[in-house]
């Protein structure tokens, strides 16, 4: 499926009232890939509120802010989500978004 053709499919599902962490977490990807960074933003905001242990979404939303210009909100979004990922045991996501803050730390 093209990535246009499953971004109109996610943004039909929600408009049908499935709101998830994981859609909101599967357009938020799309967006940051696609440029759109207050969109991807937005839903990954959205996908966190609605299920504060996902660690990838922390790691995307933290990027995304970064990539926006916005690195003091990256590094604060990055360190609650590293904490998340160290409760999860997610060693991999805890690396992953400890090098992405360090980049913030260096835009402030």
């Known amino acids: 499926m093209e990535p246009a053709d499953m971004k109109q499919k996610l943004e039909n599902m929600l408009a049908a009232g499935h709101d998830s962490a994981l859609l909101r977490f599967s357009l938020g990807d799309l967006l940051f890939k696609e440029g759109d960074l207050r969109g991807a933003i937005h839903h990954l905001a959205q996908a966190v509120a609605q299920e504060p242990d996902y660690s990838a979404a922390w790691k995307l939303y933290g990027r995304a802010l970064a990539a926006d210009g ?34 913030a730390r260096k835009q402030l």
Not at 78 to 98: F, S
């Open 70 to 103: 916005d690195p003091a909100k990256a590094v604060e979004t990055l360190d609650r989500g590293i904490a998340v990922a160290e409760q999860q045991g997610d060693r991999q996501a805890v690396k992953e978004m400890q090098v992405f803050r360090k980049r």
